[in-house]
């Protein structure tokens, strides 16, 4: 050991992002990204991008594209801060808000990111146990001490949400500051299923932070665009001042603006998903497997015979990646992401091969 490493930091267990492999030919269903290319306006754009653009800074305040979104949600833009991701947003929340000793509350299943993002910066984890559905309750949340709440919804790996209403009524009576990471709200079945759906009870809410992101819905991970909402001027001044000046790169700004534009082909693609959603789960479910209803864009199940790491080890020798948690409590599940239908299609039949293939 050369000791040159913070004390905090020596031996420190980062956050374990799912396999990204290196060649193509995959089917890849591990880290819920969308099946479908991102919009051809963001093809066209960046066929035809005047190249020499990139000799300057990008702008620090995230725009064109939080002026965008500020018109999309009727949000005012100094309510809006646009990150590298929603894990940059996550991040500096956490820096920004919490002191070694404060407690943040969140389900015992939950984004694994949260807990390590407690250890980087402050905040301890305080988690509050699910039930055998997985679910847990907004009440038991909210009754638990701490300074904070964070979860995500529709939640991760489980794919449970609750309606806003039901996360506006309990948060505008909670002193307690509640994040909420809506980054696959747009798979729940609702019309308005975000929080940003409801601006004028958003603009009254100083204790609720949003948090979304271009990965999943928008078919934008590999761009890395996320973003944060809060009514607190407070909150939002320390993230300005926290964060890198230039912490958006000029083209995924451009890239996350052409994505708001063209909404109808993204709004497409979110209800084949769902529809493909409704026919993995019940396929699935025929084949032996429990299936945790989901509003998210992927399937949390668990096999009934057969145990779950090695079903994702015999998948991956067929090139299809799932996800499995080697934890005590996910040990015997499997978390699929919605392909598109020639995927799903072909995780089911290598699925079927492996339950009855040897018989
Ligand atoms: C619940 C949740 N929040 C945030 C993220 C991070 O998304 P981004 O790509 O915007 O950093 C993920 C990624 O899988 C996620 O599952």
Redesign the pocket.
């Known amino acids: 050991m050369s000791g040159f490493v913070r004390k905090k930091f020596q031996g420190f267990t980062g956050y374990v992002p799912g396999f990204q492999p290196p060649d193509l030919g995959w089917i890849k269903l591990n880290?819920?990204e969308n099946p479908f290319p991102p919009s051809p306006k963001i093809r066209k754009f960046l066929s035809s991008v005047d190249f020499s653009l990139l000799r300057k800074y990008p702008s620090p305040m995230g725009e064109p594209l939080r002026g965008t979104l500020s018109g999309k949600y009727s949000i005012s833009q100094e309510k809006i801060l646009v990150t590298n991701?929603?894990?940059e947003a996550?991040a500096l929340l956490f820096l920004a808000l919490f002191e070694e000793t404060d407690t943040v509350i969140c389900p015992s299943l939950t984004?694994s990111?949260y807990p390590v993002l407690s250890g980087i910066y402050g905040g301890k984890i305080r988690e509050i146990s699910v039930d055998a559905d997985f679910q847990f309750r907004l009440e038991d949340l909210e009754s638990a001490d701490g300074k904070a709440i964070i979860f995500?919804n529709p939640n991760?790996p489980t794919g449970t949400y609750f309606s806003p209403e039901e996360i506006f009524s309990m948060a505008e009576k909670s002193s307690k500051l509640w994040i909420i990471?809506e980054?696959?709200a747009d798979f729940a079945d609702r019309e308005k299923s975000s929080m940003l759906d409801y601006p004028e009870r958003l603009n009254s809410a100083k204790n609720i932070v949003v948090i979304r992101?271009f990965?999943k819905s928008y078919s934008l991970?590999g761009a890395?665009i996320?973003y944060l909402v809060s009514p607190d001027e407070e909150i939002m001044n320390a993230l300005y001042a926290l964060k890198d000046s230039y912490n958006e790169d000029y083209l995924s700004l451009m890239m996350g603006e052409l994505a708001l534009e063209d909404f109808v082909y993204y709004e497409n693609n979110i209800r084949i998903i769902k529809e493909q959603r409704i026919f993995m789960k019940s396929e699935m479910e025929k084949m032996g497997f429990f299936v945790f209803p989901s509003q998210a864009n992927f399937l949390l199940i668990r096999p009934h015979s057969l145990n779950a790491g090695a079903i994702m080890e015999r998948l991956k020798d067929k090139k299809i990646l799932v996800r499995h948690f080697n934890t005590q409590r996910l040990a015997n599940y499997l978390r699929i992401s919605i392909g598109s239908p020639e995927e799903n299609r072909g995780l089911l039949d290598a699925l079927e091969f492996i339950i009855n293939g040897n018989k």
């Open positions: 880290t819920n991701g929603s894990d996550l984004y990111l995500a991760a990471d980054a696959y992101t990965s991970a890395r996320g």
